[in-house]
């Protein structure tokens, strides 16, 4: 799950630092923010989680949207 989110979050960074204009830029945070995108479909694994469990997830998906 952690290990997950670490490597969303390495490769955004790694996308966003590669885009060279805003299109490509917008074109990788709706790939990795949008709707559909791979931390929004992480965060679906949260409703699998205990109830201790869900504040420590939220915490570090928020920590990777800021990153």
């Given at each position: 799950?952690?290990?997950n989110l670490e490597k969303i979050?390495?490769?955004a960074?790694?996308?966003f630092q590669g885009a060279?204009?805003?299109k490509d830029l917008y074109e990788q945070?709706?790939?990795y923010l949008g709707k559909?995108?791979?931390l929004t479909e992480a965060m679906k694994e949260m409703a699998t989680l205990s109830k201790e469990e869900k504040p420590?997830?939220?915490q570090k998906v928020n920590?990777?949207?800021q990153a």
């Open positions: 799950m952690s290990a979050q390495a490769e960074l790694s996308a060279t204009n805003s945070k709706v790939k559909n995108g791979s420590l997830f939220g920590k990777v949207k």
